[in-house]
Nanobody, 128 residues
């Protein structure tokens, strides 16, 4: 079975940094699509980063100066580095995956629609 396990959340002061990790298992890591999403209480879910293995990475313009997505293919882990955090970044953060092979274009569509087949349990980020 596919499993996604997030870690690295916590409480941080405004201006600080956190690195979230998403460990994937149960499928071949290559050429998959991995997205990071967040949802704050009372707000809609928001996509914050996406990576299509072997192709490209994308972070929305509103976040690209502070958020970076990367991965360690050898360990099947995807990372979300978040810098200069502020209170608006407070949310539950989720990673989500689509098993490959998948094109970068299809990955981007899925990211914009939030249409991923597998989701982690989430990790809380609180910025005060």
């Amino acid at each position: 079975d596919v499993q996604l396990v997030e870690s690295g959340g916590g409480s941080v002061q405004a201006g600080g940094s956190l690195r979230l990790s998403c460990a994937a298992s149960g499928y071949t890591f290559s050429r998959h699509c991995m997205g990071w999403f967040r949802q704050a209480p009372g707000k809609e879910r928001e996509g914050v980063a996406v990576v299509a293995i072997g192709e490209w990475k994308y972070v929305p313009d509103s976040l690209k100066d502070r958020f970076t997505v990367s991965q360690d293919n050898g360990k099947n882990i995807t990372y979300l580095q978040m810098n200069k955090l502020n209170s608006e970044d407070t949310a539950m953060y989720y990673c989500a995956a689509i098993k490959g092979p998948i094109t970068g274009g299809r990955c981007l569509v899925a990211f914009r629609e939030g249409d991923f087949g597998y989701w982690g349990q989430g990790t809380q980020v609180t910025v005060s």
